[in-house]
């Protein structure tokens, strides 16, 4: 995995092999970047990132100049985030291991924008939209990006403003 764009743009970054995750790829990471371009600066942008995994997106928000908070329930993936973080001298990236569901109920932050690249089999995917809006996260204006497979339609939420596929890396684009 390398880093697409910014202050550590070309920087490799490699995990190891025993971590359950399945990082986004980098021709989608840097499709996904290319659209974000046209919505937000993000320099000073205010980022979470659920279901960080080994942080891939997190370095990208944090390499461009945007405040990142990840959240992951694997204490082995936090821990990789937290050294690879460390070893990058990354200084706007925060890591914070617990279960995302119990994040979102408690947390009173907002945020400029909300990754999420849960595991696509997830049984409760689906309550993520609504659940980012019941909750308010999103400051206003604030753009929530949603990573999953072609099973999943979200366009019937009222705050979907777009879909964007890149292989079998489907996004969905949520505002207020």
Same mark, same amino acid.
């Given at each position: 995995?390398?880093?697409?764009?910014?202050?550590?743009?070309?920087?490799?970054?490699?995990?190891?092999?025993?971590?359950?995750?399945?990082?986004?790829?980098?021709?989608?990471? /840097?499709?996904?970047?290319?659209?974000?371009?046209?919505?937000?600066?993000?320099?000073?942008?205010?980022?979470?990132?659920?279901?960080?995994?080994?942080?891939?997106?997190?370095? /990208? $928000?944090?390499?461009?100049?945007?405040?990142?908070?990840?959240?992951?329930?694997?204490?082995?993936?936090?821990? $990789?985030?937290?050294?690879?973080?460390?070893?990058?001298?990354?200084?706007?990236?925060?890591?914070?291991?617990?279960?995302?569901?119990?994040?979102?109920?408690?947390?009173?932050?907002?945020?400029?924008?909300? $990754?999420?690249?849960?595991?696509?089999?997830?049984?409760?995917?689906?309550?993520?939209?609504?659940?980012?809006?019941?909750?308010?996260?999103?400051?206003?204006?604030?753009?929530?990006?949603?990573?999953?497979?072609?099973?999943?339609?979200?366009?019937?939420?009222?705050?979907?403003?777009?879909?964007?596929?890149?292989?079998?890396?489907?996004?969905? $684009?949520?505002?207020?």
């Amino acid at each position: 995995m390398r880093i697409v764009s910014g202050s550590l743009k070309g920087r490799r970054i490699q995990a190891p092999t025993n971590l359950p995750v399945r990082p986004t790829t980098d021709f989608a990471k /840097e499709s996904l970047f290319n659209v974000l371009n046209n919505h937000v600066d993000f320099d000073g942008l205010n980022v979470l990132d659920l279901f960080a995994g080994i942080g891939g997106i997190s370095y /990208e $928000f944090a390499s461009r100049g945007a405040s990142v908070l990840s959240v992951e329930i694997n204490p082995k993936c936090a821990d $990789f985030i937290k050294q690879t973080a460390e070893h990058l001298h990354i200084e706007n990236l925060t890591v914070m291991r617990t279960d995302v569901f119990a994040y979102i109920a408690k947390t009173r932050q907002t945020f400029d924008l909300i $990754f999420a690249d849960p595991p696509y089999e997830l049984p409760t995917i689906d309550l993520l939209p609504s659940l980012i809006f019941e909750y308010k996260l999103l400051n206003p204006n604030g753009l929530f990006v949603l990573e999953h497979s072609e099973k999943h339609n979200y366009s019937g939420v009222p705050q979907f403003l777009e879909l964007r596929k890149y292989g079998k890396v489907h996004f969905s $684009f949520f505002r207020l």
